[in-house]
């Protein structure tokens, strides 16, 4: 080799190093805000609960909860001392942790001197801040739901059926709203509308309590994220629009049958480790979605690249557009569009949905806040044990390989097709 060819090597292999330590200070800069984000949630609600269950608990008709369901009414509320205020603005901080990182990311692509995405991240923000504002003002309207609220057991219940469900769902990439919404309807007979309004906030604390460690360890692919939380949040806000004119029933039934036939090419592929054979298209190209991670699994570092981008944004599209129609975070569609149709490694697909679907659940939170469906006495032992859930789950995702997250996945994906075939049948019956 001459020195010329010498000298321009190194020249590439210190510019390599050089983006590789700005892709770096990325990362952490997101992981510690969300985490950040969720330690001071948590600490807050902490306090509510706390104030909450040590005053005397009135009985009878005068048990059902007050609590203010407007930023107007949580001021003062707090001002009151309030524990049902203090626990509603531990909850506004973790609804507000997702739409953070995005700003953040911004910072972030900045940093890495990645204009282009400085662009996709900020048009994802304008989305999102358009779909709070507008939609909860316009949607956000309705019969407050007078739901009496847990005692101390069932409270303490509610939390730790909900570790599970955060430690499943930051497993396999989804909100773990689709757990919470049957274990709170069945077990706890909390009312449709408020276990819906819960899920949402069960679908943040599952994407901000995993994603911080995820990104953190460099298995989230940020590029992919951002550029498919175009297709996700603009899907959200059709959604919203259309949910005031489609029966839900036939929705929930659609939707089963869809998951059921997207079984059948993951059950094909089960025992697969990498992808195989899969070379960049032109859009993974130009928009630089091809990466890699530490697999500590494989004890190696495992570089990938990504196909067929159109089909998996327009897959992102439909599962924007069912999460807005169903009130769900659409982490199944989400993983599914990333592991079949873009073959991304399992472990990538699932991590970058759970970074991924606290963005769009965040999309429509504003109008189930408004609404008063996210009951703070509810959505608290939700949002405390899917967190400590989700963080689990994020320490124990490393030892798995991406079989063995496949064969997990499967059958979760099973199930809840089915369940969405019976909610679909009943609201249908119900005449809904």
Avoid at 344 to 357: A, D, E, G, H, W
């Amino acid at each position: 080799m001459s020195a010329t060819q010498s000298a321009s090597q190194s020249q590439e292999d210190a510019d390599r190093e050089r983006q590789m330590s700005l892709v770096r200070q990325a990362e952490l800069i997101i992981s510690h805000v969300l985490r950040g984000g969720v330690l001071l949630s948590a600490a807050v609600i902490l306090v509510g609960v706390a104030l909450y269950y040590s005053q005397p608990q009135p009985g009878g008709a005068a048990a059902t909860l007050t609590y203010p369901h407007s930023l107007g009414a949580v001021i003062p509320s707090l001002a009151s001392g309030s524990p049902e205020g203090i626990i509603t603005l531990g909850l506004l901080i973790l609804l507000a942790t997702p739409v953070i990182r995005v700003a953040v990311s911004i910072i972030a692509f900045a940093l890495e001197h990645d204009w282009m995405y400085v662009g996709i991240t900020s048009l994802v923000l304008a989305l999102l801040l358009a779909s709070i504002l507008v939609l909860g003002s316009v949607f956000g309207h309705g019969a407050l739901e007078r739901q009496q609220p847990p005692n101390l057991m069932n409270f303490a219940l509610i939390a730790l059926a909900s570790i599970i469900a955060g430690l499943v769902g930051s497993l396999v990439g989804l909100g773990g709203g689709v757990l919470v919404v049957p274990l709170l309807t069945l077990a706890f007979a909390v009312y449709p509308e408020v276990a819906v309004g819960v899920s949402i906030v069960s679908v943040i604390a599952t994407s901000s309590g995993a994603a911080a460690a995820y990104v953190k360890d460099h298995i989230t692919n940020l590029r992919v994220g951002m550029f498919l939380e175009i297709a996700t949040t603009i899907g959200a806000i059709a959604g919203a629009f259309l949910a005031t004119v489609i029966a839900p029933g036939l929705l929930f039934i659609i939707f089963g049958v869809v998951l059921l036939i997207s079984a059948l090419p993951l059950i094909v592929k089960i025992g697969e480790e990498i992808p195989e054979g899969v070379t960049n298209d032109r859009w993974a190209k130009r928009l630089a979605l091809a990466s890699n991670y530490p697999d500590e699994k494989l004890g190696r570092t495992i570089d990938y690249q990504v196909t067929r981008v159109p089909a998996g944004f327009g897959m992102m599209s439909i599962a924007g557009l069912l999460s807005g129609l169903l009130g769900i975070g659409s982490g199944t569609f989400k993983v599914l569009a990333m592991d079949t149709a873009m073959r991304l490694p399992m472990k990538v697909s699932t991590t970058t949905s759970n970074f991924m679907i606290g963005v769009t659940a965040a999309a429509s939170a504003g109008i189930y806040f408004q609404r008063g469906d996210i009951n703070p006495l509810y959505a608290a032992p939700v949002a405390l044990g899917v967190l400590v859930g989700a963080t689990m789950g994020a320490k124990t995702l490393a030892r798995f390989s991406n079989s063995t997250l496949r064969k997990l996945f499967v059958p979760i994906l099973a199930a809840i097709a089915i369940e969405m075939l019976i909610r679909g049948v009943g609201y249908l019956m119900s005449g809904h």
